[in-house]
């Protein structure tokens, strides 16, 4: 079963513009993880957010955790056509410190030239 | 490049065969996992190797075996192959620690290119 869920399902930008992506899950996590993965290919770890952090940038990525919520945003700046890709978050789940990943079903973000 | 590896990039075959994929995890990582990766499933967790031992477990089939060698890289063995088990696999790695109480924990995961199993 699917711990996360991302909304939407589905963007469609044009570059320059902002694209910001959702994530909600279930249970208490240990952290949450953004990959990018290109049609078909390997996933590229984007950036990590553990439970006791609010908020993470990388480069253009801002990422924000809401544990009373149980949600994450993904935000993306000034898109560009290479940002074209399905993004997954990721869950650590609680307990026993595995570090098995829970993924969603992803969003899938076009950005048009 | 994640560096981490994974051979065969592709691999073809018929139902009721066996294939074994392989995984070389990033220098230094001691823990391995593998996804599996299908359109109607989305990305499963199947199986994760800590140092050598099986670590957690998720929705891996019983056809399904894996272990990791003592240089640490990993296989993951299918069995009796049916048409359903065509997907995208995926090992990651990952630095795992102990903290003497608890553990291991785990940072970032970093994923291989993958194999694309078709069973014909």
């Known amino acids: 079963s699917q711990q996360g869920e991302e909304d939407p399902q589905a963007l469609s930008i044009q570059e320059g513009e902002n694209a910001t992506m959702n994530c909600s899950y279930k249970t208490s996590i240990n952290n949450l993880q953004w990959y990018r993965q290109n049609s078909g290919r390997g996933l590229v770890h984007l950036i990590l957010?553990?439970?006791?952090?609010r908020e993470k940038h990388s480069g253009r990525l801002r990422v924000t955790l809401d544990t009373s919520k149980k949600s994450s945003s993904l935000l993306i700046t000034a898109s560009r056509a290479a940002d074209t890709a399905s993004y997954f978050c990721a869950t650590v789940i609680g307990s026993g410190n595995t570090g098995k990943l829970i993924f969603g079903q992803g969003t899938t973000l076009q950005v048009k030239p | 490049d994640s560096g981490v590896t994974q051979t065969p990039k592709h691999l073809i075959t018929a139902t009721g065969q066996r294939v074994t994929l392989r995984c070389s995890p990033r220098?230094?990582?001691?823990?391995v996992y593998w996804y599996q990766q299908s359109l109607d499933q989305g990305l499963q967790f199947l199986i994760q190797y800590y140092n050598g031992e099986e670590r957690a477990k998720g929705n891996i089939l019983e056809r399904f075996s894996a272990q990791q060698f003592p240089d640490l890289h990993s296989e993951l063995n299918l069995s009796s192959l049916e048409l359903g088990d065509s997907a995208l696999y995926f090992c990651a790695s990952s630095v795992s620690w102990t903290s003497g109480i608890g553990g291991p924990f785990t940072d970032t995961q970093y994923f291989g290119p993958g194999t694309r199993l078709t069973v014909l």
């Open positions: 220098s230094g990582d001691l823990s």
């Open positions: 957010i553990r439970s006791n952090e």
